[in-house]
């Protein structure tokens, strides 16, 4: 069992910069791919990023590419999202999960644990 909990949502302008991060609970973190997803209102959860084990292959989906950047800390039990130039349509609740295949995937279906998300709002 994998308890997660995200932080560091907020409001922030367009252009800003925010930095998401995702604490684990359990000794067994480094077994885990994890993934950022968001999920705008009346809108379906969409994959934001993910990142295998190690840290040492990310993915990222297009419309984040060159903008965010996933990263990890095993000895931490902690998973980040670091988001720049951001834009409105980044606005959402963002999730963290957890993936036992360890390697890391788009796939939301793949993913077994999941956090309660935190807010994050871009103004124009």
């Known amino acids: 069992q994998v308890q997660l909990v995200e932080s560091g949502g907020g409001l922030v302008q367009a252009g800003g910069s925010l930095r998401l991060s995702c604490a684990a609970s359990?000794?067994?973190?480094?077994?885990?791919?994890m993934g950022w997803f968001r999920q705008a209102p009346g809108k379906e959860r969409e994959f934001v990023a993910a990142?295998?084990?190690?840290?040492?292959?990310?993915y990222y989906a297009d419309s984040v590419k060159g903008r965010f950047l996933i990263s990890r800390d095993n000895a931490k039990n902690t998973v980040y999202l670091q988001m720049n130039s951001l834009k409105p349509e980044d606005t959402g609740l963002y999730y963290c999960?957890?993936?036992?295949?360890?390697?890391?995937?788009?796939?939301?279906?793949?993913?077994?644990?999941w956090g309660q998300g935190t807010q994050v709002t871009v103004s124009s």
């Open positions: 999960a957890a993936d036992g295949n360890r390697i890391g995937t788009w796939r939301t279906a793949e993913y077994d644990y």
């Open positions: 359990g000794r067994t973190f480094s077994r885990y791919a």
């Open positions: 990142i295998n084990w190690s840290g040492g292959s990310t």
